[in-house]
């Protein structure tokens, strides 16, 4: 069965409908911001997802686009559940309900979604315990991406990251906490990216879900939107430096305060 085009489809899997603000930066000319090209998050939290349009396989066109659109997610910024209806996935993407079904199994496979009998599917939440290692994780591979940063990415992007981040230089990230948010997981994605590996990229794409999400909430808990800002303009100062020793070193601080941050205020996770 082929798909049919449509301009975009949205999922809002309770979630209230909001409307959507624009974004005061620019992105960085290094890659679309989820690594997938399909679906992502809006400014009000949604699960968002975009049709596919049939040139290779359904099932593999279905499994990006879900899992873009799930990693893209802020599960953890409301405390129910996000249930997905395979029905109303089938109609937003234009196909028939078996790829759909083939894709849910393969994102079940790998730990994105769970399936409960006579409930549904529903997105995986990590408890406390699994998100502090996932940001260890995490650190260590975006540590090792700013090291190889200094040495691989181009004059033109490093200096770039000074006005695709201006976000970090006005000093008052608690005044516009959302934009900020949104700046901060580019930022650490854009580490990522500029590193060009892609064996780094890959195992990332898989735990970005639930950084993301702890990453957003962790900003909005005591003092963490502030020093964030101050560590990630040290951050940009190295890599523009091109210190491979220090930035790595710093990205790996910063991703280790995240996990500490976690553990004394993630309580409500378990």
Not at 139 to 163: F, G, N, P
Not at 188 to 203: K, P, R
């Given at each position: 069965?082929?798909?049919?085009?449509?301009?975009?489809?949205?999922?809002?899997?309770?979630?209230?409908?909001?409307?959507?603000?624009?974004?005061?930066?620019?992105?960085?000319?290094?890659?679309?911001?989820?690594?997938?090209?399909?679906?992502?998050?809006?400014?009000?939290?949604?699960?968002?997802?975009?049709?596919?349009?049939?040139?290779?396989?359904?099932?593999?066109?279905?499994?990006?686009?879900?899992?873009?659109?799930?990693?893209?997610?802020?599960?953890?910024?409301?405390?129910?559940?996000?249930?997905?209806?395979?029905?109303?996935?089938?109609?937003?993407?234009?196909?028939?309900?078996?790829?759909?079904?083939?894709?849910?199994?393969?994102?079940?496979?790998?730990?994105?979604?769970?399936?409960?009998?006579?409930?549904?599917?529903?997105?995986?939440?990590k408890t406390k315990r699994e998100i502090v290692g996932?940001?260890?994780?995490?650190?260590?591979?975006?540590?090792?991406?700013?090291?190889?940063?200094?040495?691989?990415?181009?004059?033109?992007?490093?200096?770039?990251?000074?006005?695709?981040?201006?976000?970090?230089y006005d000093g008052k990230p608690n005044e516009h906490?959302?934009?900020?948010?949104?700046?901060?997981?580019?930022?650490?994605?854009?580490?990522?990216?500029?590193?060009?590996?892609?064996?780094?990229?890959?195992?990332?794409?898989?735990?970005?879900?639930?950084?993301?999400?702890?990453?957003?909430?962790?900003?909005?808990?005591?003092?963490?939107?502030?020093?964030?800002?101050?560590?990630?303009?040290?951050?940009?100062?190295?890599?523009?430096?091109?210190?491979?020793?220090?930035?790595?070193?710093?990205?790996?601080?910063?991703?280790?305060?995240?996990?500490?941050?976690?553990?004394?205020?993630?309580?409500?996770?378990?």
């Amino acid at each position: 069965m082929s798909a049919r085009r449509i301009d975009k489809a949205r999922l809002a899997y309770q979630f209230p409908r909001k409307k959507m603000r624009g974004r005061s930066s620019r992105r960085p000319d290094i890659g679309d911001d989820d690594g997938q090209g399909r679906g992502g998050m809006t400014d009000n939290g949604q699960f968002c997802i975009k049709p596919i349009v049939a040139n290779s396989s359904l099932r593999t066109l279905a499994y990006e686009a879900l899992k873009a659109a799930i990693t893209n997610m802020d599960i953890y910024g409301r405390p129910d559940e996000v249930r997905l209806d395979e029905r109303k996935l089938s109609q937003d993407l234009g196909v028939s309900r078996t790829p759909v079904r083939e894709a849910l199994t393969v994102l079940e496979q790998e730990g994105f979604v769970r399936s409960e009998a006579r409930r549904g599917v529903f997105v995986i939440k990590k408890t406390k315990r699994e998100i502090v290692g996932m940001i260890h994780a995490w650190a260590a591979l975006e540590s090792m991406a700013a090291r190889l940063a200094c040495a691989r990415a181009t004059d033109a992007q490093l200096r770039s990251l000074r006005e695709t981040f201006p976000e970090f230089y006005d000093g008052k990230p608690n005044e516009h906490i959302d934009e900020y948010s949104e700046a901060n997981i580019r930022f650490h994605q854009t580490i990522i990216a500029l590193g060009h590996c892609e064996v780094i990229q890959e195992l990332s794409s898989n735990l970005l879900m639930h950084v993301r999400g702890i990453r957003n909430t962790a900003l909005r808990q005591g003092d963490r939107a502030e020093e964030s800002i101050k560590e990630h303009v040290r951050i940009i100062k190295a890599l523009e430096a091109r210190d491979a020793d220090l930035a790595e070193a710093l990205v790996r601080a910063h991703g280790l305060g995240l996990a500490e941050h976690v553990n004394r205020y993630g309580d409500h996770l378990d």
